[in-house]
């Protein structure tokens, strides 16, 4: 199983410059997330969506997009990069929860770098 | 508003040593607790999980986590340390049962002494 699937796992980006960070999974799971990981500050939340056509902001949402299509597909776009956007992204997806705990799944992460 | 806290940023051990990796959390209702587990480079792998029931939860590679709703902890503990088990150390609340808004603490790195 493929499970969570990132890409690109590397990725150096120019101030100003835009791109889409990939996330697919292959669970059907009907949540999903984006996440940032700074040293010193943990996980916290960028977006994230219930279904497909659903989504929400999470805690640091500004500067990144988010559309969900499709149950297998959550795109992370960044609109014009900067420096501060420096960090590791990492995918999540999770059950709805019916019976008990649905835990979250994540991927290998994206390593971004704005210079 | 949710938050964790990880008291320890780093916490070193002797390997076959025991280990208690601290947690409290606060919500204003009963929370949804996990501890997940980051090697270096990986992504996150889930140790255990807690919402009601038994308060000492048993999870993967001979962790075991015990939840104190009058501490508001969730302490992570193991019996005897491995060299394997360096890396870093997330707690996490989650609201209704779902983790698609996850609030983590800030990590626990872990490292281990032969």
């Known amino acids: 199983n493929a499970g969570v699937t990132q890409t690109p796992k590397f990725q150096v980006l120019k101030t100003g410059q835009s791109m889409t960070l990939q996330c697919a999974q292959d669970?059907?799971?009907?949540?999903m997330s984006w996440y940032r990981q700074d040293p010193g500050m943990g996980l916290r939340l960028i977006h994230y969506?219930?279904?497909?056509?659903?989504?929400d902001q999470g805690e640091v949402p500004n500067g990144y997009n988010v559309s969900r299509s499709t149950t297998e597909d959550f795109p992370l776009r960044l609109l014009s990069a900067a420096p501060s956007q420096t960090s590791v992204y990492f995918c999540?997806?999770?059950?709805?929860?019916?019976?008990?705990?649905?835990?979250?799944?994540f991927g290998q992460g994206t390593r971004l770098t704005v210079v | 508003a949710q938050s964790v806290t990880q008291p320890d940023i780093h916490i070193t051990v002797s390997e076959g040593a025991s280990l208690e990796l601290r947690c409290n959390y606060s919500?204003?209702?009963?929370?949804?607790l996990f501890w997940y587990v980051q090697s270096p480079g990986q992504g996150l792998q889930l140790l255990l999980k807690?919402?009601?029931?038994?308060?000492l939860v048993q999870g993967i590679k001979g962790f075991e986590a015990e939840f104190k709703r009058s501490q508001s902890s969730f302490n992570l503990r193991k019996p005897s340390v491995h060299w394997s088990d360096a890396a870093e150390y997330f707690c996490?609340?989650?609201?209704?049962?779902?983790?698609?808004?996850?609030?983590f603490g800030k990590g626990t790195k872990l490292t281990v002494n032969p």
């Open positions: 969506s219930v279904g497909a056509g659903i989504t």
């Open positions: 996490a609340v989650g609201a209704q049962g779902g983790s698609e808004k996850l609030v």
């Open positions: 807690y919402f009601s029931g038994d308060t």
């Open positions: 669970m059907n799971h009907e949540y």
């Open positions: 919500y204003g209702a009963t929370p949804y």
């Open positions: 999540a997806s999770s059950k709805q929860p019916g019976q008990g705990i649905a835990e979250a799944f």
